[in-house]
């Protein structure tokens, strides 16, 4: 026994590449010493037939305990697939009633063999389909556990998991992040790859947020814990993964209503021939050759294998929406700022009114921008550079409207903000005046003086126009924008990327309501940034969110999660989504066809029981080498 025990440590240290789970390698350890014990049994009993062929109670006694350390847990499966009406468990019930009616039939050898070859090469079936979930396990392995703390000046490795929120930790060159925070020290490049399937790194520095699972590649960093390790949207990522993986699409509920009528129907025919014929050894044969492994792969095999191929690609399917739902879209919303463009405003105009210079306008909006983090302000204070301006303001940021600041010495006011806001102030702009700037405009006034306005607008997402005519040719009839922004700059961003219908100047409400106009004829599909868009994101019969890293609204309102900013991933999850759904139903046809197969040549004698134990797998092994193409397949075109 000592061997056996030594041969089954062996067998899981050579197995420790794989992605097996704790419970998983319990399994496999007590499946490894079972058939161990069962071929020593097996060698024995035929060993000491072959010397002492008149005892035959030795050989028997033999036979029967590796009979019953293989068939017993068969026998509990099958039982508990019995009571519970598991249809997962149906390979078990037709296996447990072959070795029992193989037993009682006299044929011991053949009552050991069946279920210790079906162990074995359903052993072979498990590690192909480990070999799909390379991707997905291998993501799950690259959290990093251990963390260097700074306490106070000396720096502490500790437990990840132990981290708190406003810690600091320092990320030397080479190691991965644990967490989710804040660069608040130092500069580097981020590998990025694993979350966002992005190849090139992101530069990150002061400010910048950092994620956990990513990798620290050439400079030491030391970042502020914005979340706890359970909380990281690594974490979260992690969780779904694990949950998708179980996905149940219509195909498999088509199975399960398959297998209420082929288990009755295997065990008629198996009985039917056992009457007629008058050979127990051929109904074994139906009843082994027709286990159903194929057709319990039929949509898990191609799943686990879309899961991979779109993990590689930073995206993450969450439901069965993405077969049942995505292969029909004929209709795509998007929203703008976010999507369609970066979400970055620049400065893209500059309009003085006479007798004031452009350098003038930029350098007193500047000097109030300074003090607030608005987009606006942002974007002025990025074109203004080395610009001088006067720093000596006491400003204030006043919400929906702009910025005001009052000089020293009280004789100045200086305003920046909108239309509306200058007006009720009294401040009189010139009808038309800056309507002809393209994008947001904010307007410079200096004590109730206009000086001139500012224009801003927003790069298109590079790739955006690309994916426009690769959904179009995939059948999508209509595109859609839905924004709250102006007509003007929003019908710009339309034309350059191809965009057919534009609906601006919307309210979330409206937006809804036009969505739901759009579903009266369409499938629809909406893709948003997931904050904003969250409601549109559900109402859609599928919804895609982008830049979900970071982000626990986008992964929890979406059906599908982009984790990187990369619009040609939305055609890119059509074609998979269809390339699989074909898989699916090919597995179909293949796994029924293969099983009708070999239950009409065990019905006429040309398989037999032990042959069947090994034949049976062709049709598990047929949906597995055809769910690999998904793995090979090219999506781009």
Not at 464 to 472: E, G, N, P, T, Y
Not at 495 to 506: C, F, K, M, P, S
């Amino acid at each position: 026994m000592e061997n056996i025990n030594n041969m089954a440590a062996n067998s899981l240290e050579s197995l420790s590449r794989d992605n097996l789970t704790s419970s998983g390698k319990k399994r496999l350890a007590r499946e490894i010493i079972c058939g161990a014990v069962a071929v020593s049994c097996l060698i024995v009993g035929l060993i000491y037939s072959r010397i002492f062929p008149n005892n035959t109670t030795i050989p028997a006694l033999l036979y029967t305990v590796g009979f019953l350390v293989e068939g017993i847990p068969v026998f509990v499966a099958a039982v508990k697939g019995i009571v519970t009406k598991n249809l997962t468990n149906a390979m078990e019930i037709l296996v447990a009633i072959a070795i029992i009616a193989c037993y009682f039939s006299q044929q011991l050898v053949l009552s050991v063999l069946i279920p210790l070859i079906l162990n074995v090469v359903h052993f072979l079936e498990e590690r192909s389909i480990m070999g799909g979930r390379d991707v997905i396990e291998g993501l799950k392995r690259m959290q990093q556990s251990t963390a260097i703390l700074l306490d106070g000046d000396s720096e502490v490795t500790v437990d990840a998991k132990t981290l708190k929120i406003g810690q600091r930790i320092v990320v030397r060159p080479g190691t991965g992040i644990p967490i989710d925070g804040i660069v608040v020290s130092g500069r580097t490049h981020i590998d990025q790859k694993s979350l966002t399937g992005e190849p090139q790194p992101a530069s990150a520095e002061e400010g910048d947020p950092v994620y956990a699972g990513t990798v620290n590649l050439d400079g030491r960093i030391v970042v502020e814990v914005q979340k706890e390790y359970v909380d990281t949207s690594f974490s979260k990522i992690l969780k779904l993964l694990e949950q998708s993986e179980s996905i149940s699409i219509p195909e498999s509920r088509l199975i399960d209503r398959f297998m209420m009528y082929y288990i009755p129907f295997v065990l008629a025919v198996a009985a039917a021939v056992a009457l007629i014929e008058a050979d127990i050894s051929r109904a074994i044969a139906i009843l082994v050759v027709s286990c159903p492994c194929g057709q319990m792969l039929v949509s898990s095999a191609p799943m686990i294998a879309a899961l991979s191929v779109a993990t590689k690609r930073g995206i993450l399917i969450k439901n069965s929406k993405f077969i049942e739902e995505l292969t029909e879209i004929d209709a795509v919303v998007f929203d703008k700022t976010g999507t369609v463009t970066e979400g970055d405003l620049f400065l893209n105009a500059v309009n003085g009114v006479e007798g004031v210079s452009e350098g003038e306008i930029l350098a007193f909006a500047a000097a109030v921008a300074s003090a607030s983090t608005h987009p606006v302000s942002r974007a002025v204070m990025v074109a203004a550079g080395e610009l001088e301006y006067d720093r000596g303001y006491d400003v204030k940021e006043i919400s929906g409207k702009g910025m005001e600041g009052v000089s020293a010495d009280g004789a100045y006011t200086l305003r920046f903000g909108n239309r509306d806001w200058m007006e009720s102030l009294g401040i009189a702009i010139p009808e038309g005046f800056g309507d002809d700037v393209a994008g947001s405009v904010s307007y410079v006034a200096l004590n109730d003086r206009l000086l001139g306005c500012l224009g801003f607008g927003d790069r298109v997402r590079e790739g955006a126009d690309a994916s426009i005519v690769a959904l179009r040719e995939l059948g999508v009839e209509q595109t859609v924008m839905l924004t709250g922004d102006r007509e003007a700059p929003a019908s710009a961003i339309c034309e350059q990327v191809g965009i057919d219908t534009l609906h601006a100047g919307l309210l979330p409400q409206q937006k809804l309501d036009r969505l739901h106009e759009l579903r009266e004829d369409h499938r629809v599909l909406a893709v948003g940034d997931g904050i904003n868009d969250a409601l549109a994101l559900r109402e859609a019969d599928v919804g895609i969110a982008m830049g979900a890293m970071g982000s626990d609204l986008a992964i929890q309102s979406a059906d599908i999660a982009l984790m990187n900013n990369n619009l040609q991933n939305i055609p890119f999850a059509i074609r998979l989504a269809r390339r699989t759904r074909s898989i699916v139903y090919q597995n179909l046809g293949l796994s029924i066809g293969i099983s009708v197969l070999m239950i009409a040549l065990s019905a006429f004698g040309v398989i037999s029981a032990l042959a069947g134990t090994v034949l049976h797998n062709f049709g598990a092994f047929a949906v597995l080498l055809n769910s690999s193409r998904l793995l090979r397949g090219k999506f781009d075109q």
